[in-house]
């Protein structure tokens, strides 16, 4: 029910902007957010929106390059990545959070993948340097 897409092949300093769609239009969420997988490496959260408030959260590593946003009527969360570096390459996933709960709760957990409901299936990003 999630679609991510925009994933390629940059060079370093570059920009690419990867999106997610949900693809129905009843699918309640209360937050969006990708996560990404780099060889060898855990799956790590980089950045999040609740998205009724459109309170952003994001990882420091991506704090200042990155930029989460969403577009409501289409269900859509895009991930806006500029100054890339090689370090970022990896399968970048989107996921969603469709269970109401608190913000206080929502910022405790935002960074745990079991919390997610829905996940996309995966867009890679190279970045070479």
């Known amino acids: 029910q999630l679609q991510a897409y925009g994933g390629g092949l940059v060079q370093a300093g570059g920009s690419l902007r990867l999106s997610c769609a949900a693809s129905?239009?009843?699918?309640?969420?209360?937050?969006m957010a990708w996560f990404r997988q780099a060889p060898g490496k855990e799956r790590e959260f980089v950045s999040s929106?609740?998205?009724?408030?459109?309170?952003?959260y994001s990882a420091d590593s991506v704090k200042g390059r990155f930029t989460i946003s969403r577009v409501g009527a289409e269900n859509t969360v895009y991930l806006q990545m500029n100054s890339l570096k090689p370090e970022d390459t990896a399968v970048y996933y989107c996921?969603?959070?469709?269970?109401?709960?608190?913000?206080?709760?929502?910022?405790?957990?935002?960074?745990?993948?079991?919390?997610?409901?829905?996940w996309g299936q995966g867009t890679l990003v190279t970045v070479s340097s």
């Open positions: 129905e239009r009843t699918f309640w969420m209360y937050a």
């Open positions: 929106i609740i998205w009724r408030e459109g309170i952003k």
């Open positions: 996921a969603a959070q469709t269970t109401r709960t608190s913000r206080s709760y929502y910022e405790k957990t935002k960074d745990d993948g079991s919390v997610y409901d829905y």
